[in-house]
């Protein structure tokens, strides 16, 4: 015999203030995701020199753009 729990919470009362909610946390989501992309891609436009002047390889440019996300 089985046993399956779920924590699923099942949202109630106004479903447009709910979806306003989510469609806002979505929308910062977006946002910063685009921001961080176009870091990577400016990074990604340097040379070898200037990263080095940076402390940063090229294959360390999407930790270093995200490293306030990552544990220290």
């Known amino acids: 015999m089985s046993s399956n729990t779920t924590n699923i919470i099942f ?5 447009w203030a ?7 946390r979505a929308f ?8 961080r ?3 990577i891609q400016t990074l990604e436009a340097m ?3 200037e ?4 402390g940063v390889r090229r294959d ?3 930790q270093y ?7 220290s």
């Open 60 to 62: 360390q440019i999407v």
């Open 65 to 71: 753009v995200f490293r306030d996300l990552y544990w």
């Open 47 to 49: 040379s070898d020199a």
């Open 37 to 39: 992309t176009g870091q």
């Open 18 to 24: 709910n979806f306003t909610a989510w469609f806002a």
């Open 51 to 54: 990263l080095a002047k940076l």
């Open 28 to 35: 910062d989501a977006y946002v910063a995701k685009r921001a």
């Open 11 to 15: 949202a109630q009362g106004n479903s």
